[in-house]
Each structure stands twice: as C-alpha cells, then as structure tokens.
C-alpha cells in the first residue's frame, strides 16, 4: 500500500461550508496514479460524506486535483464552533489515505 503523501503534497482552502483540497502530485508518474487511484468515491469515503458531497476538478498541466468537499466544515469560520474552522488539518487527513 502507498499513502498519498508518498505521491504527492496537499494544500487546503475554504470558502464557506466547503473544504476545498488541492492535490499536487510529486510528479507524472504519481500524477498517473492518482488520477486513477484517488477517486470521488474513495475520498468522499475517507471523510465520511456521500459521494453527492464532492467533486473533482483535474489540473492535468499543473499534475494537480482539486476536491471540494461541501459541509465538511461544520459551518466555517464563522459559523462553526471547532477549533480548524478553516479545514486545515484535513490536508493531513488526506495525506493518510491509503491506495
């Protein structure tokens, strides 16, 4: 097994509700591999949320996903009472999922 933080780095985001991912593959060759390893399904699973609750966006020239994962934040900044608001730790979370 290979966790995604052998192929590659991720940085997070927010707007709102929603925990935007970005995934950065190390390079091609990981980026082949994630683009058929790391699916929707598989990360919607990973979080805990339906598969309706994410979506992918492939950024093939820059060897890069972006997931945005709606109402993993509890409500956001501002409307969430836990402590990552932002979703920040959730970049680590990704980075231990196994494929």
């Not at 966790?3 to 925990?19: F, N, P, Q, W, Y």
């Amino acid at each position: 097994m290979t966790t995604i933080d052998e192929l590659a780095s991720v940085r997070t985001g927010d707007k709102g509700d929603t925990l935007i991912l970005g995934v950065v593959a190390d390079d091609r060759a990981a980026y082949d591999r994630l683009a058929q390893e790391l699916s929707v399904e598989r990360v919607a699973s990973h979080f805990g949320l339906t598969v309706q609750s994410v979506t992918r966006s492939d950024l093939p020239t820059l060897h890069s996903f972006s997931f945005e994962l709606a109402g993993l934040l509890g409500g956001g900044v501002t409307g969430s009472p836990n402590l990552d608001g932002h979703g920040k730790t959730m970049s680590y979370h990704l980075l231990t999922l196994e494929i």
